[in-house]
């Protein structure tokens, strides 16, 4: 079988093969990867039953001989261990029939994040110890890329992983997360904004004084994220059991929607995107207007989707038309006040407990349904677990959030806090440094 090949987003005289897109993160020319072209979904899809017997077929689909259908096994079954539910909600006034939640809540550290970064890291790890070469990770966060890379890569030999967070703007159970203490893992809070990690981190990319450092990315940018994030969207599909369904995407780089348009292009019977925005609506602005209006982020209840400019919209502006994207999704930006009303009338109507991430997206399924009177039937990825957002969750609904297991086992282990300026030099020093010299 042939392997798909990739290419960059800003020049396409070369293809390269997945393992050195996924260890080199960026192009060379600062674009991002993308596929040369989207592979049909294999045969025998539709025939599946189990989540990580899915994720083999489809992996293997992608990656071809790049490496062993015996070793990408073991990793798939490794990584894809916790349980992938659709939970049907009751009818309601407020959302109406056929609204199921996919709750990608359920990894270790409890976001969706966890499928990408943990595939990810052993995908990394695997083709690293082929190789011989070892590697430095670099990572912006929002607040859950940090945690669930950090946590797909500790333990795993030859990586070293530097994350970087915005002091301050992450929950207290979000920086929990990220400041336990991990082996071969450091955790900056950066006295910026979200933006400003990204921004170091694409500078840090693009520094001659670093460029003699084996460095990487695994933001939702590396292309090793996005494959395993188009597993659930066929997982929910066939949960579902009707010919075409709808998806609402609570989004932030898009990178979670773009793993949803990769299953689509491959042969996903898919209607309709619903893209879910808070106030930060660069996307939903684009779609509406085709400008391109950047601007910097601002801070919202659900805080990993504080992003001023989406990173993967540039893979979207190469792999799809303008018209193209607006014949496939639909998008809508939803204030902090719709936001917690939204948890409130949902939680009312139908019990559910959604995080303010989920929520955004509930809030986008309302509108789109009483705006385009399209009822398919719909799933909303639930893309973080309420419990981390107890203080949002306890003063919206008046309630506890549902327990997670996982964050109550983090409480006992140690931590470790360091904070660092928003510039090139100050990240430079860090990434200079051993480890064991901090
Ligand atoms: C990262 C994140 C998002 C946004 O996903 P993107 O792929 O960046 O669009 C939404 N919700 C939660 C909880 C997240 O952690």
Redesign the pocket.
């Known amino acids: 079988m042939n392997p798909t090949t990739f290419k960059s987003t800003r020049t396409d005289t070369r293809s390269f093969r997945f393992s050195e897109a996924l260890l080199q993160g960026l192009s060379e020319d600062g674009g991002l990867f993308i596929p040369e072209a989207i592979p049909d979904l294999p045969v025998g899809w539709r025939d599946q039953t189990a989540f990580n017997e899915l994720g083999l077929l489809v992996l293997r689909n992608w990656l071809g001989n790049e490496l062993p259908e015996a070793d990408l096994a073991s990793l798939v079954t490794d990584a894809l261990n916790f349980p992938v539910p659709v939970v049907r909600l009751q009818d309601s006034a407020y959302l109406g029939e056929q609204t199921a939640v996919l709750e990608l809540t359920h990894g270790p550290t409890l ?3 966890d499928f990408g970064a943990r595939t990810m890291a052993r995908l990394m790890a695997y083709f690293l110890s082929k190789q011989g070469r070892k590697l430095t990770i670099l990572v912006a966060t ?4 940090g945690s669930a890379v950090a946590d797909g890569f500790s333990g795993l030999d030859g990586i070293e992983v530097v994350l970087l967070y915005p002091k301050g703007q992450v929950s207290p159970v979000q920086e929990m997360q990220l400041v336990v203490s991990r082996p071969g893992v450091r955790s900056f809070a950066v006295e910026g904004t979200f933006d400003d990690c990204q921004r170091m981190v694409k500078e840090a990319f693009m520094d001659p004084v670093l460029a003699h450092l084996p460095l990487s990315s695994a933001n ?1 940018i590396n292309i090793g994220r996005l494959l395993p ?1 188009s597993l659930y969207y066929i997982w929910a599909y066939l949960q579902m059991d009707c010919p075409v369904i709808n998806f609402c ?10 793993g949803g348009l990769f299953a689509c292009e491959g042969g996903l019977p898919v209607n309709q995107f619903v893209v879910a925005h808070n106030a930060n609506n660069f996307f939903p602005t684009y779609l509406e207007t085709h400008q391109a209006n950047y601007k910097p982020s601002v801070r919202t209840v ?1 805080n ?2 504080d ?1 001023g400019v ?1 990173s ?1 919209f540039e893979r979207l502006q190469s792999l799809f038309t303008p018209q193209g994207l607006n014949d496939r999704l639909w998008a809508t930006s939803v204030s902090d006040e719709e936001t917690t009303a939204t948890m409130q009338r949902v939680y009312q109507e139908t019990g559910y407990v959604a ?1 303010p ?2 929520a955004v997206g509930l809030e986008a399924v309302h509108r789109y349904r009483r705006e385009t009177g399209d009822h398919t039937p719909i799933v909303v990825l639930s ?2 677990h309420p419990a ?1 957002f107890p203080e949002v969750v306890g003063s919206a609904l008046q309630v506890e959030p549902p327990k997670a297991e996982a964050l109550e086992l983090l409480k006992s282990r140690t931590f470790t806090h360091y904070t660092l300026s928003k510039t090139l030099e100050a990240l430079r020093e860090v990434l200079l440094k051993k480890p064991h010299d901090t």
Do not use: E, I, Y
Request: with cysteine.
């Open positions: 976001s969706f994040k929002s607040g859950d890329t939702s994030q995407v609570p989004s932030g780089n898009l990178g979670n929607l773009t659900s990993a989707m992003v989406p993967n995080c991430h989920t893309t973080a981390k």
